[in-house]
C-alpha cells in the first residue's frame, strides 16, 4: 500500500552530510566483521519511506522508538522536528495512516516550579525538538537527545519495551514520567489507566481502531520503573493533573474530542534523579499478561544485558547469510544488510497474544499487506528463514480456520482492506513448491479454493468479489453487476490479472496434490488476464494494452499512461474514484502475466518488441520503481532471451533508487518490501512469486552463501570473474556443481539442498540462457 503522496514525488532530498557520517560512526575499524555495522535502521526513515528505525526482535510484538509529530506511520521520521513520546509497538513502512504508537511514555525534567498543572500533557502540545546529530539507530536498539536535556533509549524483547531515560544532571525539579492512553492515529475511543502510589507501576488498557482495516482491539499496557525514588504520582486529563484519584478513565461521551484526548497517569521522581529505567510490558490478553510479559522478560531492569541479547538475536538471525565483500562499497554491503533486517521486522509474531482465539498454532499479525509482501518478502525470508515462514503460513491457514477467509492485509487483531486479488492464495502454493514444513496443506487448499470459489459478504477485507462474472465471463466487467457481495467497484483491470495469477497458484497447487481436475479448472482460469486485453488501444506508439472492458463485450477506454509518474500518478488508489488498475497502469499490469510469459510475448508481438516495449517502460519515466509491481518487471528480460538486460536493469536501480540515504527507498517500505528487493537483486537470483523459480541474475558480491535454516545446507552463489566496478556484469556462463547450467534459471532445491552455483561475468552479453530450451517455465510455448 502506498501513500497517495509518494516519497518519489519529492525526487531530490538533499541529507545531511554530519549526522550521515555519526550514523556510520560504529563501524569497527578492524577486521573482525560485525553484520549489525552495516544495518541502518534509518535507511528509509525519510521523504515518505515510514521505515520503523526504533528498536525490535525479528518478527517480535515490542516495537520501540521515540515518535515523531509528523509523517508518523512508522513512529520515527527523520525529516521531522520534534517527539511526542516514545510508543512501544509500530508497523514498518505503511502507506496511508499511522498504525499502533499506543500508551507513548513521556519523560520531562519536571514541572516548573514542581507544579503538576505547569507540565504539558496532551500530544497536541508537549512534542519537543531533538538532535539529530546524536541520533543512534541500530538493531535492537535506539537514542535520541531531545531538546528538553531529556535523553532516550529504547531496547526490547518480544513483548515487552525496555527504555532509559536519562535527565539533565542540574535540575532542581522532580523529574516526571507520564504515560498517555493514546495512539498515533488519535483513535482511541474508551480508555483507562492507574498508578499504584507504593510501586509506581503505571497499567492501562484502551480500544483503538486499526490503521488499514476495519474494527477494533484492546490493547494493554502495563509500566515498571527501576532505579529512582518516586516522589508522587497521579493521574491527568488533558493539561491538568492532580494527586488523587490514582485512575483516570476515558470514554467516547460525544462531548469531548476524544480522538485527541490526552489522558492516563505519571509518576514523579525525587529531584536529582539522573536517570531511570522504564519497562513496559504488552499484551493483546489482558493488563496482568503485560505485566507478566515485562516480569518475565526483563526481570532485573537491565538495559545492557537486554541490548546486548536483541543485537546478539540480530546477529545470528543475519548470521545465515555470508558475503565475500571484497571492493564492495561499505554503502552497498549497507543497503544489503539493511534491506534483510527490514524484512525481518513483520509479520509479527502474537502467539499468545491472541484473544479472538485458542489454539495451537502460531499467531502472527501485521501481514501489512500481503499485497505488497507476496512479491519478494517471503521469498527471501524462505531462503534465510524458512522456520518463521512456515509459522507464518501456519499462522494464514489458522485466519482462514477462525475468520473463514484468508487476509489478504491484516493488522492490530482487525481485517485490512484487500487491494487486488486474493494473493495468500500465491504464498500457499509457493511454500508447497518450496516445501515448506509442517502445513495443514488439507485445509490451505481448501482455502485457496474457497477464495476462488465463494465470494464473501465483505470482499473489501478478504477473498475475491465479482465471482459470479469471474466465471462466467472470465474477467471483471468494468460495470460489473455484483449482488452477491459488497466492496469498492474499481481496479477491474488489477483485479483481473491478480485473480487469474492467483488461479494458477491453485492450478499448480492442485496438480502437486494430484488433484488433475482442478489443474484443469483453474489452469483455464489463468489465462483470463487475455480477456482484458485490447489489441487496438495504443500509446506512446505501442500498440495492445489491458483495456476496461463492459460485460456486454464492449471495450471502454483507460489511457494507458494513466498513474505513470508522466500522467496523473496518484489517482488509483482505494477511493471510490479510483480507477481500474490499483496502484499503477495499464502500461504496467499489461506486463502481469507471470504465469505465461511466453504468450504473452508473442502477444505483444515477439521477442524483438517485447524486449523494446519492456526497455522502453524502464527507460521513458513510466515505471515508478517504488511500488512493488515494479519489481518483477526488472527481471522480465529473462523470459525474451534476455538475462543481460535483466541485470543491467538491476544495477541501473540500485543503488540508484535504493541506498544508504535516510530517503535511499524509492517508496514507502511495505514492512521491508524495498528492503528485500535489493537484498534479493544483490544475491544474484530473483524469486518468481508462486513458483519455483529464481531468475538466474549476476550477484552485486564476488559471494554469497545461505544457510539453510532446517536442513543447514549452503548454498553458495560465486563469481570468479566478480567485477566491482559493475562494468562487466553480463553473465557468460554458469556452472551448478561444476557442471554447465544453461537455464537462465534455478529452482528452489538449490536453497534446500546446497551446492555451488556458479556464475561468471563478462563486458558483454552472451548467448548464455537464451536459447528457447533455457527460458523459465511458462503455461504457453515459447514462440521464437
Ligand atoms: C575489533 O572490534 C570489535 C568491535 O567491533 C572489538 O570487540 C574487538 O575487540 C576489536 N578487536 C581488535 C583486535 O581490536
Ligand atoms: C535532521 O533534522 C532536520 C530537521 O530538523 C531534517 O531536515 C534532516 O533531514 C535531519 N537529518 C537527518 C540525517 O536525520
Ligand atoms: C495546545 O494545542 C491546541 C491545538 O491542538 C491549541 O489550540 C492550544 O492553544 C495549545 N495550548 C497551548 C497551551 O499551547
Ligand atoms: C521471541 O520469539 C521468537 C519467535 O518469534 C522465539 O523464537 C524466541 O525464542 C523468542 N525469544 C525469547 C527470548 O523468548
Ligand atoms: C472499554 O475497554 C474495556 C477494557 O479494555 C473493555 O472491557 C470494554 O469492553 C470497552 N468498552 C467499550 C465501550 O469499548
Ligand atoms: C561459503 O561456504 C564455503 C564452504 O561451504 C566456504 O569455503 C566459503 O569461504 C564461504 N564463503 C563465504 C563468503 O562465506
Ligand atoms: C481461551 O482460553 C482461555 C483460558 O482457558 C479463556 O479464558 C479464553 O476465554 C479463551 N478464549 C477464547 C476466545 O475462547
Ligand atoms: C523437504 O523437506 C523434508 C523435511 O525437511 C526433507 O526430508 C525433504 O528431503 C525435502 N524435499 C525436497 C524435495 O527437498
Ligand atoms: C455496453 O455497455 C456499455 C457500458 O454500460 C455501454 O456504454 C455500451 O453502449 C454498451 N454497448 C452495447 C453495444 O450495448
Ligand atoms: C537514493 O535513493 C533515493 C530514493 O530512491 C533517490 O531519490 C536518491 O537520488 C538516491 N541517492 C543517490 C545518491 O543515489
Ligand atoms: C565461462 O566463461 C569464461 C569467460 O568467458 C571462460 O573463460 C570459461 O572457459 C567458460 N567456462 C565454461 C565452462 O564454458
Ligand atoms: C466527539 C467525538 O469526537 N467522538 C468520537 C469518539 O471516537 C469515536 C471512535 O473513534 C468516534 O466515532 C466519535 O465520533
Known amino acids: 500500500m502506498k501513500a497517495v503522496t509518494q516519497a518519489f514525488v519529492a525526487s531530490s532530498v538533499v541529507f545531511c552530510g554530519v549526522a550521515e557520517a555519526k550514523r556510520n560512526y560504529q563501524r569497527s575499524s578492524n577486521s573482525s566483521f560485525n553484520v549489525l555495522d552495516y544495518v541502518d535502521p534509518l535507511i528509509g526513515s525519510a521523504n515518505g519511506g515510514h521505515v ?10 515490542a516495537k520501540a522508538v521515540a515518535d515523531s509529530n509528523a509523517d508518523n506511520q512508522g513512529g520515527f521520521a527523520s525529516d521531522s522536528s520534534s517527539i511526542t513520546g516514545f510508543s512501544h509497538m509500530h508497523d514498518s513502512g505503511t502507506g496511508g495512516a499511522s498504525s499502533l504508537g499506543n500508551f507513548p511514555l513521556f519523560a520531562n525534567p519536571g514541572c516548573p516550579g514542581d507544579d503538576l498543572n505547569q507540565c504539558v500533557y496532551r500530544i497536541q502540545n508537549r512534542s519537543v525538538g531533538f538532535s539529530n546529530e546524536t541520533l543512534v539507530a541500530q538493531p535492537g536498539y535506539f537514542s535520541i537527545d531531545l531538546d528538553s536535556g531529556v535523553k532516550g533509549e529504547a531496547t526490547v524483547t518480544n513483548h515487552t519495551a ?14 516526571m514520567i507520564f504515560a498517555d492512553l493514546i495512539d498515533l492515529p488519535l483513535s482511541r475511543s474508551n480508555g483507562t489507566a492507574s498508578v499504584d502510589p507504593d510501586s509506581g507501576r503505571v497499567s492501562g488498557s484502551g480500544t483503538f481502531v486499526p490503521s488499514f482495516g476495519i474494527g477494533s482491539y484492546d490493547l494493554h499496557f502495563c509500566a515498571d520503573f527501576s532505579g529512582a525514588d518516586i516522589h508522587d504520582t497521579g493521574v491527568f486529563v488533558n493539561n491538568r493533573a492532580g494527586n488523587e484519584p490514582k485512575t483516570v478513565k476515558t470514554l467516547d461521551d460525544s462531548v469531548n474530542d476524544n480522538d485527541s484526548l490526552s489522558a492516563g497517569a505519571f509518576v514523579r521522581f525525587k529531584a536529582g534523579t539522573t536517570s531511570v529505567i522504564a519497562r513496559v510490558g504488552l499484551s493483546f490478553i489482558s493488563v496482568e499478561q503485560a505485566c507478566s510479559n515485562g516480569e518475565k522478560e526483563i526481570p532485573k531492569f537491565d538495559f545492557g544485558s537486554t541490548k546486548k541479547a536483541a543485537q546478539n538475536i540480530w546477529k545470528k538471525k543475519l548470521g545465515v547469510i555470508s558475503v565475500d565483500a571484497t571492493g564492495v562499497s561499505t554503502d552497498l554491503q549497507t543497503v544489503f544488510w539493511s534491506g534483510a533486517y527490514r524484512a525481518m521486522l513483520s509479520p509479527q509474531d502474537y502467539t499468545g497474544e491472541n484473544p479472538l482465539w485458542n489454539s495451537s498454532e502460531p499467531y502472527y499479525d501485521s501481514y501489512y499487506c500481503i499485497w505488497d509482501s507476496y512479491r519478494s518478502i ?6 534465510v528463514d524458512p522456520h518463521s515462514q512456515s ?26 482492506y484487500t487491494q487486488g486479488g486474493s494473493n495468500a492464495d500465491v504464498l500457499i502454493a509457493e511454500a508447497y513448491l518450496k516445501n515448506i514444513t509442517d ?27 465479482g465471482l459470479a462474472s469471474w466465471k462466467s465471463l472470465g474477467y471483471i466487467p468494468t460495470d460489473d453487476f455484483d449482488p452477491h457481495g459488497q466492496g469498492l467497484l474499481t481496479r477491474s483491470i488489477s483485479r483481473t490479472v491478480e485473480y487469474a495469477y492467483n488461479d494458477y497458484c491453485i492450478a499448480i497447487l492442485a496438480k502437486a496434490l494430484g488433484k488433475s481436475d482442478d489443474h484443469d479448472k483453474y489452469i483455464k482460469r489463468a489465462t483470463n488476464w487475455n480477456n482484458m486485453f485490447d489489441s487496438k488501444t495504443t500509446s506512446l506508439g505501442y500498440t495492445g494494452f489491458l483495456q476496461v472492458k463492459y460485460a456486454n463485450g464492449t471495450w471502454g477506454y483507460q489511457n494507458p499512461q494513466l498513474c505513470t509518474p508522466l500522467l496523473d500518478f496518484p489517482e488509483c488508489y482505494l477511493n471510490p474514484a479510483g480507477h481500474e488498475t490499483y496502484e499503477g497502469s495499464t502500461w504496467l499490469y499489461t506486463f502481469y502475466v507471470p504465469q505465461d510469459m511466453a504468450s504473452l510475448i508473442t502477444t505483444l508481438g515477439g521477442r524483438e518488441d517485447f524486449v523494446d516495449r519492456l526497455t522502453y517502460f524502464h527507460n521513458s519515466g513510466l515505471l515508478y520503481v517504488g511500488d512493488e509491481q515494479a519489481f518483477l518487471t526488472v527481471y522480465q528480460f529473462h523470459y525474451a532471451g534476455r538475462p543481460g538486460l535483466s541485470a543491467k536493469q538491476a544495477h541501473a536501480y540500485i543503488p540508484s533508487q535504493f541506498n544508504t540515504s535516510i530517503s535511499g527507498i524509492p517508496g514507502n517500505d511495505d514492512s521491508g518490501a524495498m528492503g528485500s528487493f535489493s537484498t534479493l537483486s544483490m544475491i544474484g537470483l530473483w524469486p518468481v512469486h508462486g513458483q519455483d523459480v529464481y531468475l538466474i541474475s549476476s550477484p552485486f558480491f564476488k559471494e554469497v552463501n545461505i544457510t539453510h535454516g532446517i536442513t543447514g545446507n549452503v548454498a553458495t552463489i560465486r563469481n570468479p570473474n566478480f567485477d566491482p566496478s559493475y562494468t562487466n556484469i553480463y553473465i557468460q556462463n554458469v556452472t551448478r556443481d561444476g557442471k554447465a547450467w544453461s537455464k537462465n534459471w534455478i529452482e528452489h532445491a538449490f536453497f534446500e539442498k546446497g551446492g555451488v552455483l556458479e556464475i561468471t561475468t563478462g563486458a558483454d552479453e552472451s548467448s548464455w540462457g537464451t536459447a528457447v530450451e533455457d527460458l523459465p517455465p511458462s503455461i504457453g510455448a515459447y514462440k521464437f
Not at 532509559?164 to 542540574?170: A, S
Not at 517471503?378 to 531462503?383: A, E, F, K, R, W
Not at 485445509?443 to 476462488?452: H, I, L
Open 439 to 465: 502445513i495443514d496443506w488439507a485445509t490451505a487448499y481448501e482455502a485457496v479454493v474457497k477464495d476462488a470459489e465463494v465470494e464473501p459478504a465483505n470482499w473489501a477485507v478478504e477473498g475475491r468479489g
Open 162 to 175: 525496555l527504555y532509559r531515560f536519562t535527565f539533565p544532571k542540574d535540575t532542581t525539579t522532580a523529574p
Open 391 to 416: 509459522r507464518m503460513i501456519r499462522s494464514l491457514v489458522d485466519i482462514y480456520r477462525h475468520e473463514g477467509y484468508l487476509p489478504d492485509c491484516r493488522m492490530s487483531l482487525c481485517k485490512g
Open 378 to 383: 517471503h521469498q527471501l525470508l524462505t531462503i
Open 52 to 61: 520503523f528505525a526504533g528498536a525490535s526482535l525479528p518478527f517480535g510484538m
